[in-house]
């Protein structure tokens, strides 16, 4: 494992993963973890995306915050969009990531962005 790719409190995140182990960590009311510590949840995109640019991230709205999840493997397991269709479905967004998990920050350390190579 490499020492340097850990994140310190005064450390800058380098990847996607780390800045939301990190914001995870910060104990908000509006991300948190599953009971099992398996998945992530959260109700209040814009205020992620704040939260990703004050730590570097270049996210600007929901559409960059989904492309962050599906660039570095995470699956989206339910849509809080859909929801303001219907009354009864939950206004949480929940995402996994096999690597990702709140007992084995070395794991989410490893997950690395996917390439697509489009034609040209």
Avoid: V
């Amino acid at each position: 494992m490499d020492i340097s790719k850990l994140i310190t409190p005064s450390q800058p995140c380098a990847t996607f993963p780390q800045a939301l182990y990190r914001i995870l960590g910060d104990g908000h009311s509006w991300i948190e973890w599953n009971p099992e510590g398996t998945k992530i949840r959260y109700n209040e995109p814009e205020r992620l995306i704040r939260e990703l640019q004050a730590l570097g991230f270049k996210a600007q709205d929901s559409a960059s915050l989904s492309k962050n999840f599906n660039d570095y493997g995470f699956k989206r397991l339910s849509d809080a969009r859909k929801s303001r269709y219907d009354p009864w479905r939950s206004s949480w967004t929940i995402f996994a990531h096999q690597c990702f998990l709140r007992d084995d920050h070395e794991s989410s350390n490893a997950i690395q962005r996917r390439r697509i190579r489009r034609p040209r």
